[in-house]
């Protein structure tokens, strides 16, 4: 199984709901991603989970909060979302080891707030 | 900071013809550069990779080069496919825990038939 799930693969929510994008793998990876892609723009680096902690946030607003329940689920939390932030959420793991280190992506969730 | 600058944007290459995509790294520090295909509405789906320990991998129709003097790294697609054309990213990042992946801007490639 080399696949990293998410879901729900499309969103569309108002400025004032919370909602949470999943992500879920079973590779026994022990980093997690989350990226934000716009229109013809590369992956973007939110945060990074080592071993279920935070290691990386990219300086992302507080209006998106990850949270790592366990080795195979991440969260990311949304709340109070502005309409440029419409654009699709990937997840991404690796195995937490020196000399291997290949991501591994999801489909996205492609979010639209309105 | 660490930035990769990839080259060209746009591709067209007629079928049965090679592609290649050439990208140049800043971090000294880098040395895994995987590549990336990205379909329509899909998440990005890694083709190859290589270390700074190598040169040259091949699979199949594809292979990559590394240069590390130049900081240089390229994507060579032969008897390119309809397949083939989607967005390619190249990346780069360091062996380390939960290390940053530093993608590139991204070609668009496609294959005339």
């Known amino acids: 199984d080399t696949e990293v799930t998410q879901t729900p693969k499309h969103l569309v929510m108002g400025m004032t709901n919370k909602k949470s994008l999943k992500c879920e793998q079973h590779?026994?990876?022990?980093?997690m991603y989350w990226y934000k892609q716009k229109a013809k723009k590369p992956p973007e680096l939110m945060f990074v989970y080592s071993y279920e902690k935070l290691s990386i946030n990219e300086s992302v607003p507080s209006r998106f909060s990850p949270e790592c329940p366990n080795s195979s689920l991440l969260n990311l939390h949304l709340h109070a979302l502005q309409p440029e932030d419409s654009a699709l959420y990937l997840c991404a793991s690796s195995q937490e080891a020196a000399s291997r280190t290949e991501a591994f992506f999801g489909q996205g969730t492609r979010l639209t707030v309105v | 900071g660490e930035n990769v600058e990839q080259h060209p944007s746009t591709l067209s290459v007629q079928e049965g013809d090679s592609a290649v995509i050439k990208c140049t790294y800043s971090d000294s520090a880098s040395n895994y550069f995987p590549w990336y295909k990205q379909e329509l509405g899909k998440g990005p789906q890694l083709i190859i990779d290589i270390r700074s320990n190598v040169g040259e991998k091949k699979d199949q129709r594809i292979a990559v080069t590394l240069n590390k003097t130049a900081k240089h790294f390229s994507l060579h697609i032969t008897e390119t496919q309809p397949e083939d054309s989607a967005v390619y990213f190249c990346?780069?990042?360091?062996?380390?825990?939960?290390?940053?992946?530093?993608f590139g801007s991204g070609t668009r490639l496609s294959i005339r038939p």
């Open positions: 990346a780069a990042s360091r062996y380390s825990s939960a290390s940053k992946i530093i």
């Open positions: 590779m026994g990876h022990r980093a």
